[in-house]
């Protein structure tokens, strides 16, 4: 059973009773009061905070005594061994099944931050953090206390030392909206998008009360050298209100991203300023571009997910829409397979979807997942065979991506509050070429590693 499931607090012996709540330690039933404040003891959100509260406890003191598990009857590192030998495992499938069996051997080790500023580190809470293709440097999105937001970046090179301590460069960027999207992006040839040099920060921002803003911001403003020589902005514009962006590598849609706002998609250009405007009948909220070809892929609330070729024109009463796929509900998150024929979805019914798109049929479904509301985002580990999604209850789940199997449900390390949805990155090579493989969980104020045994 999903340790983070809601189940009924009543005994199974025990009737349901409308408008009472069953105690199996005390064996009675006591009256739910109305209302949903502090002052009312007995209420469903209190009952049900309570019980998945206990949960996560218990799920945490079982991880911290168990220290080799297994997700597959009959799964070991010896047992992998012998059938490799024997010829009964193919080089993939035995690759894929060690990744397996590490993920569930990884051990949560807090991460100490260090900055150049001693006030930086540990002062506001993590929103977001997204690392680069190379998986060296992180952003990260904090809140601040009088309600904006605060833009940093976090050096990974420190993570393969014993001290597991990383750097962290800060520059104080506020504003008053809230971030809703991140991308990293390159306004360089798509071959040297890995060199960080060359790289650039596209944030995004906007709430549904005020009008948003796209920002593309240097990557060189959180650097440690003088603040005098840093660039300014690279560019930024006032838009509608934004949900989501996504930068383009195809060299025929060259220095292009998307926003994707309400109501439309905005294609940019940003080293000739030339935009142009695709409407679409619902919120868009995500958005990927296609590597091998200028196809840019939608998420709708409305549960639709279309792809647009951006070197085509506009046009009233021509219908540009290409591959369209659905969900019964909004589309939170979307992921483009490397060999572009798969495209992953997850929307707010917590279904996560494997679309084919040659024949724009669903072929795979990951259960488990807890969502309502939130846009939360995916995350695909191709090399490894992995997908990693963190749910709105504050569980951390990953599957195998070939058989949809849920290998392992990670609790937060604090309370599960709406404020506190963990936000994490998965790499085989977390601090780049000669990095260490885990998963990175920001969670409040703190960094978490959950480092490979």
Same mark, same amino acid.
């Given at each position: 059973?999903?340790?983070?499931?809601?189940?009924?607090?009543?005994?199974?012996?025990?009737?349901?009773?409308?408008?009472?709540?069953?105690?199996?330690?005390?064996?009675?039933?006591?009256?739910?009061?109305?209302?949903?404040?502090?002052?009312?003891?007995?209420?469903?959100?209190?009952?049900?905070?309570?019980?998945?509260?206990?949960?996560?406890?218990?799920?945490?003191?079982?991880?911290?005594?168990?220290?080799?598990?297994?997700?597959?009857?009959?799964?070991?590192?010896? &047992?992998?061994?012998?059938?490799?030998?024997?010829?009964?495992?193919?080089?993939?499938?035995?690759? @894929?099944?060690?990744?397996?069996?590490?993920?569930?051997?990884?051990? @949560?080790?807090?991460?100490?931050?260090?900055?150049?500023?001693?006030?930086?580190?540990?002062?506001?809470?993590?929103?977001?953090? &997204?690392?680069?293709?190379?998986?060296?440097? #992180?952003?990260?999105? $904090?809140?601040?206390?009088?309600?904006?937001?605060?833009?940093?970046? #976090?050096?990974?090179?420190?993570?393969?030392?014993?001290?597991?301590? +990383?750097?962290?460069?800060?520059?104080?960027?506020?504003? $008053?909206?809230?971030?809703?999207? =991140?991308?990293?992006?390159?306004?360089?040839?798509?071959?040297?998008?890995?060199?960080?040099?060359?790289?650039?920060?596209?944030?995004?921002?906007? #709430?549904?009360?005020?009008?948003?803003?796209?920002?593309?911001?240097?990557?060189?403003?959180?650097?440690?050298?003088?603040?005098?020589?840093?660039?300014?902005?690279?560019?930024?514009?006032?838009?509608?209100?934004?949900?989501?962006?996504?930068?383009?590598?195809?060299?025929?849609?060259?220095?292009?991203?998307?926003?994707?706002?309400?109501?439309?998609?905005?294609?940019?250009?940003?080293?000739?300023?030339?935009?142009?405007?695709?409407?679409?009948?619902?919120? =868009?909220?995500?958005?990927?571009?296609?590597?091998?070809?200028?196809?840019?892929?939608?998420?709708?609330?409305?549960?639709?997910?279309?792809?647009?070729?951006?070197?085509?024109?506009?046009?009233?009463?021509?219908?540009?829409?290409?591959?369209?796929?659905?969900?019964?509900?909004?589309?939170?998150?979307?992921?483009?397979?490397?060999?572009?024929?798969?495209?992953?979805?997850?929307?707010?019914?917590?279904?996560?979807?494997?679309?084919?798109?040659?024949?724009?049929?669903? +072929?795979?479904?990951?259960?488990?997942?807890?969502?309502?509301?939130?846009?939360?985002?995916?995350?695909?580990?191709?090399?490894?065979?992995?997908?990693?999604? +963190? /749910?709105?209850?504050?569980?951390?789940?990953?599957?195998?991506?070939?058989?949809?199997?849920?290998?392992?449900?990670?609790?937060?390390?604090?309370?599960?509050?709406?404020?506190?949805?963990?936000? =994490?990155?998965?790499?085989?090579?977390? /601090?780049?070429?000669?990095? =260490?493989?885990?998963?990175?969980?920001?969670?409040?104020?703190?960094?978490?590693?959950?480092?490979? $045994?």
């Amino acid at each position: 059973e999903d340790p983070s499931s809601s189940s009924s607090t009543q005994s199974s012996v025990a009737p349901e009773l409308p408008g009472f709540y069953y105690d199996p330690e005390k064996n009675r039933y006591f009256r739910l009061l109305p209302g949903h404040n502090n002052h009312n003891p007995l209420t469903k959100d209190s009952i049900q905070h309570k019980a998945m509260e206990c949960k996560r406890l218990r799920l945490l003191e079982e991880e911290e005594k168990q220290k080799q598990k297994t997700t597959r009857a009959g799964l070991n590192s010896s &047992v992998l061994l012998q059938k490799r030998q024997l010829g009964l495992l193919s080089s993939t499938s035995y690759c @894929r099944l060690v990744h397996e069996l590490q993920v569930n051997c990884m051990q @949560r080790r807090k991460i100490e931050i260090h900055s150049p500023d001693s006030s930086v580190a540990g002062t506001n809470n993590f929103k977001i953090i &997204v690392a680069d293709v190379a998986c060296e440097r #992180i952003f990260t999105v $904090n809140d601040v206390e009088h309600g904006g937001c605060k833009y940093g970046i #976090i050096n990974l090179s420190g993570l393969g030392k014993e001290s597991l301590t +990383v750097e962290m460069y800060d520059n104080l960027y506020f504003t $008053n909206r809230k971030v809703n999207s =991140v991308c990293w992006a390159s306004l360089t040839h798509p071959d040297s998008h890995f060199s960080l040099t060359h790289s650039s920060k596209l944030c995004l921002m906007g #709430i549904a009360e005020t009008p948003g803003c796209a920002s593309l911001l240097p990557a060189s403003l959180f650097s440690s050298t003088n603040p005098g020589d840093r660039p300014g902005m690279l560019c930024s514009f006032k838009i509608s209100t934004a949900w989501s962006c996504a930068w383009c590598l195809n060299p025929q849609a060259d220095n292009c991203f998307s926003t994707g706002l309400t109501r439309r998609v905005l294609v940019t250009n940003v080293v000739t300023g030339h935009r142009q405007t695709f409407g679409t009948s619902s919120d =868009v909220l995500a958005q990927q571009f296609a590597t091998q070809t200028p196809v840019l892929y939608n998420g709708c609330r409305s549960g639709e997910i279309f792809s647009i070729d951006v070197r085509q024109r506009n046009r009233k009463g021509q219908s540009w829409k290409a591959t369209r796929l659905f969900h019964g509900s909004a589309v939170t998150s979307i992921h483009l397979m490397e060999a572009e024929h798969y495209l992953m979805a997850a929307d707010m019914a917590g279904k996560i979807k494997l679309w084919d798109l040659r024949t724009a049929k669903c +072929v795979k479904q990951y259960k488990g997942h807890h969502n309502e509301y939130a846009l939360l985002p995916l995350h695909v580990n191709e090399e490894e065979g992995l997908l990693i999604a +963190v /749910g709105q209850d504050c569980y951390t789940r990953i599957w195998s991506l070939q058989d949809a199997h849920l290998l392992r449900t990670i609790p937060s390390p604090h309370p599960s509050s709406k404020d506190a949805i963990p936000s =994490v990155v998965f790499s085989s090579r977390l /601090g780049g070429s000669r990095g =260490v493989p885990g998963l990175l969980m920001a969670v409040r104020q703190d960094l978490y590693h959950f480092s490979y $045994n």
